[in-house]
């Protein structure tokens, strides 16, 4: 399994029940594709650099997890579709493996 980090972050008018749902999908996603969680960091509200979807502030969450290659496609999938999340990045990292 190869690590990765994940950035991503939702409309900070979103209630906190939504939030953790949409939390609780990732981290199912990854523990259904046999990945493992190491580290969650929820970094709060953030300043956006510029207005995505009419938004100047997003509520930012970090999460270091090991993964197999093939099944980052399927995570990014799932990030995509789920509607609370507004942006989301997903990089490898070589330095923590």
Request: hydrophobic fraction near 40%.
């Amino acid at each position: 399994m190869k690590a990765y980090e994940m950035l991503f972050f939702v409309a900070p008018t979103l209630d906190d029940e939504t939030r953790l749902a949409a939390m609780k999908r990732v981290e199912t996603t990854i523990a259904a594709n046999n990945g493992q969680v190491d580290n969650v960091e929820n970094w709060g509200r953030r300043k956006l650099a510029y207005e995505i979807a009419g938004l100047t502030e997003g509520d930012y969450t970090l999460i270091d997890f090991h993964m197999d290659p093939a099944s980052v496609a399927e995570l990014d999938r799932v990030l995509r579709i789920t509607d609370a999340i507004v942006r989301h990045k997903i990089v490898r990292r070589d330095d923590r493996e």
